[in-house]
């Protein structure tokens, strides 16, 4: 009775920690043949929860740069609300800007558990007692449980879910997004500047490197070219302006959301984006992904796995819930014409902030 995860990356190696510290048996499938390590990613305060419940804590500190401070701004700069995340949070779930590759390797250092790299896992579906895997050699194997952490584009969504639940759709905020390192142009917190064109993030990661994201608003489009960037926020702030001229590391992809109605089939289950990936407006993959975990080793602790996958999918549903309508919340905001958002902004972002992550500051819901 031990357990497939299928992908290699935080989720996945997230799953397969949660499991091995509470002795379930488990091996890591990964299409890819190295660390796809990315850029970096944005630590809200539940997430730094969620590392320490993996046993991270103290390697977490050692990554990274804490966020003390948010920022809202307009196009000319113009403050329009902060938030202290430090008092917010409280000292010991202080968020964290830190590189993936980072993460990543915090994430696998003792692992006690096989990550097989290349393997490709081409379908799984449930049979009884168990889930069967298909690899890309054609080879076939049954497994006591299949955890699909396989991201946006699941095979383990597309081939063992009932029909319906294989879709995704593109985000309400914006249909793609940039990504990119840069020089610190000065910038000492969380910071976004938002204007007609698009919103453009700024998260020191360290002392002397800048994590950046760009996306338009209201669904618009984003193009592929790295033009976009200039053109569309070439007359934004100093700030922003430095960094358009630094730019390195730079990425473009879609941004894609999963609502699927369901995510348990059988004994095959759905973990972080492959269950339900959202615009990163409140950046919560990881933090969601790693809870996941986390719940299904619980499950899985007692050995009795028949119905474990249902039953996940009622602890976590209502936290997930919650996190995919504030992002739908906030993503109509930000398509309302500039001039009403810059006057809404300081009286209802405070708030927005608070009922969004007051939930979250709650410890999720476990067997």
């Given amino acids: 009775m031990d357990v497939l995860v299928v992908g290699g990356g935080i989720a996945g190696l997230a799953t397969a920690r949660a499991l091995r510290r509470r002795d379930v048996p488990v091996t890591v499938a990964e299409r890819g043949d190295t660390d796809a390590g990315g850029l970096a990613i944005n630590l809200p305060g539940n997430a730094v929860t969620a590392f320490a419940a993996l046993g991270l804590a103290d390697g977490l500190q050692k990554l990274g740069r804490t966020t003390h401070r948010r920022e809202y701004r307009s196009a000319r700069d113009r403050l329009l609300f902060a938030v202290d995340e430090d008092a917010f949070w409280g000292p010991e779930a202080r968020p964290r800007c830190v590189r993936r ?8 250092d003792g692992l006690d558990a096989p990550v097989r790299r290349p393997l ?5 579906r449930p049979v009884p007692g168990g889930a069967e895997a298909t690899f890309g050699d054609g080879a076939r194997q049954t497994f006591g449980l299949v955890a699909g952490a396989d991201g946006v584009h699941s ?6 879910m009932p029909a319906g639940a294989t879709g995704t759709q593109t985000a309400l905020l914006s249909a793609a997004s940039w990504r990119f390192m840069a020089p610190n142009p000065g910038v000492d917190c969380w910071t976004v500047w938002s204007g007609r064109g698009g919103a453009f993030l700024l998260i020191p990661v360290d002392d002397d490197t800048v994590y950046g994201y760009a996306s338009a608003t209201g669904g618009g489009k984003v193009s592929a070219d790295a033009s976009w960037l200039q053109d569309t926020f070439g007359d934004y702030p100093a700030p922003v302006r430095r960094v358009l001229d630094g730019l390195t590391d730079l990425y473009h992809s879609p941004v894609e959301e999963v609502r699927t109605g369901t995510w348990a089939s ?9 269950a339900h990936a959202t615009a990163p407006v409140w950046a919560q993959g990881a933090a969601l992904a790693v809870e996941d975990g986390l719940v299904l080793a619980d499950l899985l602790a007692d050995g009795d796995w028949d119905g ?3 039953r996940y999918e009622q602890l976590r549903r209502e936290r997930v819930t919650h996190v995919q309508a504030a992002t739908d919340r906030f993503s109509r905001a930000a398509a309302l014409p500039v001039w009403l958002r810059d006057r809404l902004l300081p009286r209802i972002g405070p708030r927005t902030y608070r009922t969004t992550y007051d939930p979250l500051r709650h410890p999720f819901p476990t067997p």
Avoid: E, F, I, K
């Avoid at 590759?101 to 696998?108: E, G, N």
């Avoid at 095979?155 to 063992?160: D, E, G, P």
């Fill in 101 to 108: 590759s980072d993460l990543l390797a915090l994430l696998a």
């Fill in 308 to 310: 474990a996958g249902a």
């Fill in 266 to 274: 059988g004994n095959c289950v759905l973990v972080g984006d492959a």
């Fill in 155 to 160: 095979v383990v969504r597309a081939t063992a």
């Fill in 120 to 124: 490709t896992v081409t379908a799984v």
